[in-house]
């Protein structure tokens, strides 16, 4: 036990620099191998998707992985883990980083404890600072793989830690408390925690959907805060998937219903079938449940179900069905839909924001002669994907020559 009571420095430093470097040395390893096969795939997907390239394209392609982009965030990132390993070692605990804090106010495990109050706290948050740690590795690790270690990896490992600490430290001050409370002994209790945080450290939104369901359970609160569909529902989507349309700005099915589908297949490693697919079925999911949202929550997805038991699982899929009066009464008889309603969300459907782009990736691989040429009539807003923030002296430019005009 000497290692927790009297921790060296070089020691310290030894894991800091061990935990570090794997992260610090990912860019110039993308950089180097990676990188440049990643324009040859973004363009073979934007030209399926029937985008006209552009030299201006090209360039902010080329000048996604500058060193520049990453160095902030890069180095924000190392600093941050570097602090919070800090907080949880012996050596930093022992220097009084800790002081005035947490363990001198609760005393979470009981009087009999082992070791002074600070070590044990900081014990049970290195198993959440673990928890983020293996998660950010294994997400840098399969974003090498992917062709996508944008600088949003950083930035979100960092929150990640930053999350994991905030949110672990919570869940374990609650689940010690309770579990020391109901008499369990010091050895169970620990152990306890220290799994809830290291779980909490891989998914804190988990930590965050406890704490909520406990805040709402002392505050006697009734109801959600917010309406939506969680990406989950969306076939296909794992939760490495999930986080990373989280770090697009798509955190639902509503936002995934809408979002920039040049711009995914341009920011993200996902390919242009798979995209098409999760936003096709976003957009039937959206449309689809609407009906009796408001009086029954319960059955808002009923009419989503029935027409996902008969094999309709996109927004297309149920155009193609109800594309005429024949095929709208066989639809209608087979599910016991009511054949208006089915009107109405073929319209609904023809009105989505993304329907178009969709349906010309599909019909245009038809076996049908008549969707084929369907497809090629329809007419995709040019330029497509959204432009990237020019650097700031590229603006100040751009400034310039206006104002000389």
Known sequence: MEHLTEPTL?????????????????????????????????????????????????????GEYRLKHYAWPLLGTCLVIFCAYAVTHPYGIQRGLWAGFLEEVIDIFGADNLFPRAITVGRFLFWGWLGAYIYSLHLIYRRFLAYDLTPSVYVFTLNRFLLAMTVGAIVGLGVGTFSTAAGVPFDVNMATV??????????????????????????????????????????GLSIWHQGRLMQEGIENVQNLAMADVPALVVGTPFTVHQIVDWVDQAILLVYASQEEQFEEPEKSRAQFETLEKVGLRCATDVLTATGDDEHLNQLASATGLNKDGLRMLHL????????????RFRWQSSMDTAKVEEAATIQLLQPSPATPALPREQEETMFEEEEEQ
């Open 10 to 62: 070089w020691a310290f430093l030894l894991q800091e620099a061990m935990y570090i470097s794997p992260i610090l040395l990912s860019y110039p390893a993308y950089r180097w191998v990676r990188a440049r096969l990643k324009r040859e795939r973004v363009e073979q997907s934007l030209s399926k998707l029937g985008i006209v390239q552009t030299k201006e394209l090209e360039e902010i392609i080329g």
């Open 194 to 235: 220290c799994i809830v945080t290291f779980f909490v450290g891989f998914f804190p939104d988990q930590g965050i959907t406890w704490i909520a369901a406990m805040a709402k359970k002392a505050l006697k609160l009734q109801g959600g805060i917010a309406k939506e569909t969680r990406l989950s529902e969306i076939e």
């Open 348 to 359: 609904g459907l023809e009105s989505a924001s993304n329907i178009k782009i969709v349906l």
